[in-house]
């Protein structure tokens, strides 16, 4: 049900590639509460996705740009306000992507390259988003910037690979323009640390069907879904949030506050049951 949170506002949003993804959710959400949009990806996404699909269902207009490209970004920025007729009051970054994930490569056994790649796809990238804006002079008084991240940039999650790097890093980008751009222009700039979602680029994460279901188990609420951290992400681009700044807002059902569940506990404990039988007839058959 919309409340008009953000009647009145002009947004610009990164990453939207299909229906799966978060920005897509996000800005159908920021369109229901009464903003206008600027929709952007890569050339490249724009092709394989459907985002033309999204823009004339929320009256959006799609402007490419590489955010790795500073160029590219300059190009958006100015055009995405003289098509709004202003000055942005929120953006979404909400892009990541690991060629070392893509090609299977462990942790242990990193293409150099392809990491450079994943820090400035995912991490970087944010920077220069920010750095953009300010230069231009981008976003009004009291906006807000939202980055989305994951908890595995805290903790070790076996197969999330160099994305944990990209993920810490990001998260570090947002308190450090947090405070420049909070102390010059009351703009505030937060991470989201949602639950494993499965978005096109989430799937490609090693056993995220796994995770998924140890994260559902450990969450006393469940995981949230992409469709519950659009209804979030809109709460932190209203002016019901104008004094959170420089956080990292974890968005996973409680995930992050547990160390074990009952649920999971009880699994574990028949996961040994069954290897002490096994353990124990192997005995048996041995002697």
Partial sequence: MPYNLLKGKRGLIFGALNDKSIAWKVAERAREEGAELVLTNTPVSIRMGNIDELAQRCGAVVIPADATSVEDLENLVTKGMEHLGGKFDFVLHSIGM??????GRTYDDLDYDYYHKTVDISAISFHKVIQTCRKFDAIEEWGSVV???YIAAQRTLYG???MADAKAMLE??????GYIYGREKNIRI???SQSPTPTTA???VMG????????????PLGNATAAECADYIITLFSDLTRKVTMQNLYHDGGYSSMGMSMQAMHIYNEGLEYR???NDKSRRRNK
């Fill in 202 to 204: 989430g799937s490609g």
């Fill in 208 to 219: 995220l069907e796994n995770l998924m279901d140890f994260a559902e188990r450990m969450s």
């Fill in 190 to 192: 937060n991470t989201v």
């Fill in 172 to 177: 570090s980008i947002a308190r450090s323009f």
């Fill in 160 to 162: 999330y690979n160099d």
């Fill in 98 to 103: 690991s060629p070392n994930v893509r090609k």
């Fill in 276 to 278: 002490d039988v096994k």
């Fill in 147 to 149: 980055a989305l991240t």
